[in-house]
């Protein structure tokens, strides 16, 4: 990793937490994590006015539009038009899910790196092992324990081969500012990560 660890760790956690459901409680923490992203950004070597640009895309509009948004875009009802899982999107190639099945390769791949981290999903979880706030989870606790192989494994084969297209899409989907500058940080910042 090219970063400060500790950087790495809560740069990882952090887009752990804000592609998380935005609930309310959520949406209530990320107001006591503004300044730890703005660090994180410049040990990174981001741009740390972008997160000044994320904070005020989640603080307009209406309580719960971010969530309307969140279930719309990854969710459902109907077929989400961004699935949060690696296996949808079928590889690095893959411009829009579709081309992947869930559960699929990526999804046994990283459970198994997860194994060899001591880590298991929760059982009262409703995730699958490559949803992506699980990979930023596992991710943030590779870097915590110093465990570099298991780190590099997560960023090259796995998130840093389905975070462009699957924020591209996002993007291109979104109906709001805080999922677009979202989906421009996330990119940016797992470039920076890789080793």
């Known amino acids: ?17 804000w592609w998380s459901r935005p609930t309310g409680d959520e949406q209530d923490v990320w107001d006591g994590l503004w300044s730890q992203a703005q660090q994180a950004a410049r040990a990174l070597g981001c741009e740390p006015d972008a ?4 904070r005020d895309a989640a603080a307009e509009g209406e309580p719960d539009a971010l969530s309307d948004e969140y279930e719309r875009l990854l969710v459902g009802p109907g077929r989400a038009p961004c699935l949060p899982y690696e296996s949808a999107w079928g590889g690095s190639t893959a411009r829009r899910p579709g081309n992947g099945e869930l559960m699929g390769a990526a999804a ?55 975070m ?3 924020c591209a ?27």
Request: aromatic share 8%; net charge negative; proline share 7%.
């Open 164 to 166: 462009v297209p699957f």
């Open 51 to 54: 997160i000044e640009r994320l």
């Open 108 to 162: 046994e791949q990283v459970q198994a790196v997860y194994g060899e981290l001591g880590l298991q999903l929760r059982t009262d979880g409703h995730e699958l092992p490559d949803h992506l706030v699980v990979e930023w989870e596992a991710l943030a606790c590779a870097l915590e324990r110093r465990a570099p192989t298991a780190a590099a494994f997560l960023l090259d084969e796995h998130l840093g081969r389905w």
């Open 1 to 17: 990793m090219s970063a400060d660890p500790g950087a790495g760790v809560t740069a990882a956690l952090l887009l752990a937490r």
């Open 169 to 195: 899409a996002v993007a291109a989907e979104t109906e709001l500012p805080f999922y677009r500058e979202l989906a421009q940080i996330t990119p940016a910042w797992t470039a920076a990560l890789a080793p």
